[in-house]
């Protein structure tokens, strides 16, 4: 049997992907910086929260990665554990650089030292290129970072780059564009949007607030897209991909069709310069062709069905409650 060693086991693609893999049969170890504060609510929902090993370690802490390395010995890990949130990262822009890049590069080097017949799997993220001239966006795209956390995103990038070319590791980035579920914490504008809509629907005095939604993005379904990062590490070589649906919607359009399907109206809404950013993308999309040919990964397709998914779970997760 593999072993598959997770980071950001508890979020919302380290769910996914671990139920994925125990499909397939691995052993999966997923990480946690602290066993007291560990919310496994995500793998409880998807019923495999008895199915996942648990265990600590510091990924700033290079001894401690080590360490697990060396007691597991995993065929694949997949790096998933990020400050993710780019609004966050322009309020602790220190801590995101810090944690996203230096966590990447211990477990880099101690894949080096450990066990280099591993393969390595980091979640990158569109955001890394940022302010684009053409569209759409390919793994040669130059990157222009507009956020703390891209910034630190295409650092790490590089750095899988740099030891997959100086020192032969099976390393790749999966750079994925926005992706969403029922999993997504309701920081996420998506699942804020939904969640928000079923919880008040029939609230006369809420409100729906939001920043700018008149710019456009690429999404999908993170069931789908944890599928694309086994894949890669099924490859004959270690490349970068891609993985997007190769269209963008406005976010106006997301908040118009849940506020349809549950008939709210649309004063209701309200744009907040609150939560505008200081800096934002205006339209991003990815041309998802080489993680078709090479990967034989497809993506599901038009966003709105997906949307009809997400609204049906967040429905009955209510009506549960």
Same mark, same amino acid.
């Given at each position: 049997m593999k072993v598959a060693l997770i980071t950001g086991v508890s979020g919302q693609d380290g769910a996914y992907l671990s139920k994925l893999l125990i499909s397939k049969g691995y052993i999966v170890i997923g990480l946690t910086r602290s066993n007291h504060y560990i919310n496994l609510d995500k793998l409880r929902y998807l019923n495999i929260d008895k199915r996942v090993t648990i265990d600590e370690c510091d990924l700033l802490d290079l001894s401690a990665v080590i360490n697990i390395i060396?007691?597991?010995?995993?065929?694949?890990?997949?790096?998933?554990?990020a400050q993710s949130s780019v609004g966050l990262s322009f309020k602790?822009?220190?801590? @995101? %650089? &810090?944690?996203?890049?230096?966590?990447?590069l211990n477990l880099l080097e101690a894949i080096r030292i450990v066990k280099n017949n591993a393969r390595f799997y980091q979640a990158s993220s569109s955001e890394m290129y940022g302010k684009v001239n053409i569209?759409?966006? @390919? %793994? &040669?795209?130059?990157?222009?970072?507009?956020?703390?956390?891209?910034?630190?995103?295409?650092?790490a990038n590089w750095t899988v780059v740099n030891y997959r070319e100086a020192y032969g590791l099976f390393a790749c980035n999966g750079v994925l564009f926005n992706h969403e579920s029922f999993l997504r914490t309701e920081s996420f504008f998506v699942k804020k949007v939904?969640?928000?809509?079923?919880?008040?629907?029939?609230?006369?005095?809420?409100?729906?607030?939001?920043?700018?939604?008149?710019?456009?993005?690429?999404?999908?379904?993170?069931?789908?897209?944890?599928e694309a990062m086994w894949l890669m590490l099924q490859h004959n070589t270690p490349e970068d991909f891609l993985i997007c649906s190769g269209t963008s919607i406005t976010l106006r359009s997301i908040i118009e069709y849940v506020f349809s399907k549950?008939?709210?109206?649309?004063?209701?809404l309200s744009i907040s310069s609150d939560l505008m950013r200081p800096t934002d993308i205006e339209d991003i999309y990815g041309d998802n062709t080489d993680a078709t040919v090479k990967l034989g990964w497809k993506n599901d397709g038009d966003f709105f069905n997906i949307l009809d998914i997400l609204i049906s779970e967040e429905i009955e997760y209510a009506r549960q409650k």
């Open positions: 060396t007691k597991y010995e995993p065929d694949e890990i997949y790096n998933l554990a602790q822009p220190i801590g @995101t %650089i &810090n944690f996203n890049i230096i966590s990447v569209l759409p966006i @390919t %793994i &040669n795209t130059p990157m222009h970072p507009l956020s703390p956390y891209a910034i630190s995103k295409a650092s939904i969640s928000e809509c079923v919880k008040n629907k029939d609230n006369d005095k809420w409100i729906l607030s939001v920043g700018n939604i008149d710019i456009k993005r690429d999404f999908g379904y993170s069931p789908k897209y944890v549950l008939n709210i109206s649309l004063e209701k």
